[in-house]
T-cell receptor
Framework: GQQLNQSPQSMFIQEGEDVSMNCTSS?????WLWYKQDPGEGPVLLIA?????ELTSNGRLTAQFGITRKDSFLNISASIPSDVGIYFC?????????????FGKGTKLSVKP | DGGITQSPKYLFRKEGQNVTLSCEQN?????MYWYRQDPGQGLRLIYY???????QKGDIAEGYSVSREKKESFPLTVTSAQKNPTAFYLC?????????????FGEGSRLTVL
């Protein structure tokens, strides 16, 4: 079946550092989304990307839809303690049912205060 | 405030028992979904419903059942046929049934089988 390879699996960084994570697949997707899940909570949508090459920002977060349509990247600038959580990428294939929304396994981010 | 409410947040069940997880939304969304999350894993789709009185199986529907009698409600029953039910269950909704991938999630229900 389709899989999204999300990396790194976990990160442990100093407050103030920039963070990068990515998601790759052997399949083409028409939409890439990034969600964040706080401990014990449901995920919240951070950024949605709908066009190859698109670069979108949301505050300190910047995400890009890869030109090949097989990958996406999320960057967090100047990390702060509340950035802690699990970040999930999700890819959606064109014309698919909801069953074609595929989630990566997540990147767990821990920040030293 | 609009949102999705899942209950209970924590639930313990003995083996062989069925249990029903509640999901209610007041966002006026047509589509609702149930996902299962296991440690270190992504979200896996159990069932989804794009309209009242209609629902479809996701990737891991075996051992689960749902109903969609009202637009606001999409309860999930974990039956005794589900061999490994201990997990974190997430309900979600979306305003666009045609599927943009933009989901609003509840806070989750953690089920533990004793």
């Amino acid at each position: 079946g389709q899989q999204l390879n999300q990396s790194p699996q976990s990160m442990f960084i100093q407050e103030g550092e920039d963070v990068s994570m990515n998601c790759t697949s052997s399949s083409i997707f028409n939409t890439w989304l990034w969600y964040k899940q706080d401990p014990g909570e449901g995920p919240v949508l951070l950024i949605a990307l709908y066009k190859a090459g698109e670069l979108t920002s949301n505050g300190r977060l910047t995400a890009q839809f890869g030109i090949t349509r097989k990958d996406s990247f999320l960057n967090i600038s100047a990390s702060i303690p509340s950035d802690v959580g699990i970040y999930f990428c999700a890819g959606l294939r064109y014309g698919g049912s909801q069953g074609n929304l595929i989630f990566g396994k997540g990147t767990k981010l821990s920040v030293k205060p | 405030d609009g949102g999705i409410t899942q209950s209970p947040k924590y639930l313990f069940r003995k083996e062989g028992q069925n249990v029903t997880l509640s999901c209610e939304q007041n966002l006026n969304h047509d589509a609702m979904y149930w996902y299962r999350q296991d440690p270190g894993q992504g979200l896996r789709l159990i069932y989804y419903s794009q309209i009242v009185n209609d629902f479809q199986k996701g990737d891991i529907a075996e051992g689960y059942s749902v109903s969609r009698e009202k637009k606001e409600s999409f309860p999930l029953t974990v039956t005794s046929a589900q061999k490994n039910p201990t997990a974190f269950y997430l309900c979600a909704s979306s305003r666009d049934p045609s599927n943009t991938g933009e989901l609003f999630f509840g806070e989750g229900s953690r089920l533990t089988v004793l």
